[in-house]
């Protein structure tokens, strides 16, 4: 599966209604992602990059243009059925951990299992697993207050890996961790693609991750101003990074 | 545990408020009905621990109250397995006491219910211990409930007026207290001492002992058909189950309850509802977390529901709780509360239902949860 096209967009617009002035976010971009590969969408603040994964992974609906993720038009889904296709398929990493308070780490993940239609025991065996190889066996009835930062986001990105899902958004993953817990979760996602063969979109502003994506694309004023392959998947002509 | 119980444990100071509302609505009901139940019990005490098996009242009367011809007696003798029958004998005097020194004057009316001092004897409550049957079978003798000693302004041993004339205090009993007139027991001779007891053609209610109190229904009804209405037989747990009916069709105390449960609901529903919403405000990040892994609106939607359904079940063990407290309280000023099953099914019903019309209401919360707001 990997180097294969895991999701493409084109011409997304999307504007914000600011008062009665209408304020352009995304600008009919084009987007391709692959399977095995980390797309690092960078830029500054308000450059259209959150705008542009929550169109990609159906949390918000763009003005104009499509996305085709794993082969589907996604906008063209009813709701429900964008929910099942982010239930199946979508892994999500905030830069908020977002954990519930009341869970340990290992109910967090069974917690998201249990929507999957997971059964209970395997639920569990899939939450320990999936906590081990973020390195949280230690961890395992732990509630988010009693544990660090980094920790908390292992636990979200175990929580987003166990459902094994074929697309990974993380946004801005790092931004609120130390530049070591930082490197883990990057080292974490970039695994993901590697060893689950997932196609895994990051949205960040920290130059210190750039050395871990396979491509990298520059966005500014809701345009991509350059898309950079560091490793090129093999069907992929150099010509023509947008697909 | 599922994320709406642990979420509930976990924070349950976030939810107290909604608990606390709750719990005071029930309680607000539930003591209310336990007063008015209490207080009928307190009239009906005799009765319920009375040795009769059967009472037998006029025809159109529930109450002990109304008279029946004395002739009646005789009648129910007829059937054969009537062992005694004895009328109950309740009537009103003036008591006052003689104050001692420093004490003030207590002058009070008062409910005399008499007696056959003999163990047992039809219209001898059967809890009454020894020393108290023979106390009571000294002339002029009385005996009172313990609580009503202070109101009467009289201790064991002391002597009071009655009608005028001096009787003793020779003991007191437990558990015939009395929130209005206070109940002052003697025997039937005393009552003709003091001229309480009259033998005329009619009586008030009739206490009816059987050879095998395991029939009573069967009699009741044999009696019934044999008194061509001119009575009315009735079992133990019938006639306290009709009182309890009666009480309820008095109009004021419907209006009351009715007035109370309007208010708890509103105020539980109120508070639960804005608790709730509150706290799933306090967590839409996660919930909009899980709307972005795909989980749907509806499954959000049941944990919210389930959660409004922990409360009400935590509200309804702090009524619980409470209700304990209140009771020992009212217990402690003489007042007897009583919660029929009924009163306690129908609470728990109220409380679940203010919990999951709260937890209905605080759905649209749950729309503010977009994960895309997540993203920054």
């Known amino acids: 599966m990997t180097g294969k096209l895991a999701i493409e967009a084109k011409g997304l617009t999307k504007s914000y209604k600011i008062g009665k002035i209408k304020q352009p976010v995304l600008k009919e971009v084009n987007f391709t992602a692959y399977h095995g590969q980390v797309t690092m969408v960078m830029g500054p603040s308000g450059s259209g990059k959150s705008t542009l994964i929550a169109a990609l992974s159906g949390l918000m609906k763009p003005d104009e243009g499509e996305v085709i993720a794993l082969g589907e038009s996604l906008w063209k889904k009813k709701k429900a059925k964008i929910d099942q296709f982010r239930l199946d398929h979508c892994g999500f990493i905030f830069q908020g951990f977002n954990l519930f308070p009341a869970l340990n780490a290992t109910q967090q993940v069974e917690q998201v299992l249990k929507y999957c239609k997971v059964k209970k025991g395997e639920a569990k065996k899939r939450a320990v697993q999936a906590l081990t190889e973020v390195g949280l066996d230690k961890r395992l009835k732990q509630t988010p207050s009693a544990l660090s930062g980094g920790e908390k986001q292992r636990v979200a990105i175990a929580r987003a890996l166990s459902k094994n899902p074929q697309l990974l958004f993380a946004d801005e993953p790092t931004s609120a961790l130390d530049s070591v817990s930082g490197q883990v979760v990057i080292k974490l996602l970039h695994r993901a693609a590697k060893e689950h063969g997932a196609a895994v979109i990051v949205v960040t502003h920290d130059p210190r991750l750039e050395a871990y994506a396979d491509r990298v694309i520059h966005m500014e004023d809701g345009q991509i101003l350059s898309d950079t392959f560091v490793n090129r998947p093999e069907d992929v002509p150099p010509s023509a990074p947008h697909a | 545990m599922s994320l709406a119980l642990s979420t509930l444990i976990y924070e349950w100071r976030r939810y107290m408020a909604a608990v606390i509302a709750l719990a005071v609505a029930g309680l607000l009901v539930l003591s209310l009905v336990g007063m008015f139940m209490g207080i009928g019990k307190n009239f009906t005490a005799t009765i319920d621990r009375s040795p009769a098996d059967l009472m037998v009242l006029p025809p159109d009367s529930q109450g002990f109250g109304s008279s029946q011809p004395r002739r009646n007696i005789p009648t129910l003798y007829q059937h054969p397995e009537v062992v005694e029958v004895m ?279 749950l729309k503010k949860s977009q994960p895309a707001d997540l993203l920054r």
């Open chain 2, 87 to 365: 009328p109950y004998t309740q009537r009103w005097a003036m008591w006052a006491n003689f104050p001692s020194p420093g004490q003030s004057a207590k002058r009070d009316g008062v409910q005399v219910i008499i007696v056959d001092p003999i163990a047992g004897a039809v219209t001898l409550p059967n809890d009454f211990p020894e020393d108290v049957i023979l106390a009571l079978q000294e002339p002029y003798s009385v005996v009172v409930d313990a609580t009503s000693l202070a109101k009467l302004g009289v201790k064991v041993g002391d002597k009071a007026q009655m009608n005028g004339r001096t009787v003793n205090v020779r003991a007191t009993i437990t558990n015939y207290p009395s929130l209005f007139n206070s109940m002052v027991f003697m025997s039937r001779q005393t009552a003709k001492l003091l001229n309480l007891y009259d033998e005329g053609p009619r009586v008030g209610s009739l206490l009816v002992k059987l050879r095998d109190p395991a029939r009573a229904a069967i009699v009741a009804k044999e009696l019934n058909d044999m008194g061509n209405k001119q009575f009315r037989a009735w079992t133990r747990e019938d006639l306290a189950r009709e009182n309890q009916a009666e009480m309820f069709k008095e109009s004021f105390i419907v209006i009351m309850l009715g007035f109370m449960l309007i208010v708890g609901v509103f105020i539980g529903v109120v508070i639960t509802w804005q608790t709730l919403q509150g706290a799933i405000l306090a967590n839409i990040k996660e919930f909009a977390s899980l709307r972005a892994l795909g989980v749907s609106m509806g499954n959000l939607n049941l944990i919210i529901m389930e959660l409004s359904f922990w409360v009400g079940v935590a509200g309804l063990l702090m009524t619980g709780i409470l209700l304990v407290g209140v009771t020992a309280l009212a217990n402690a000023v003489g007042l007897t509360m009583f919660y029929p099953l009924w009163s306690i099914i129908t609470i728990a019903i109220m409380l679940l239902t203010i919990a999951v019309i709260s937890g209905l209401l605080s759905l649209g919360v």
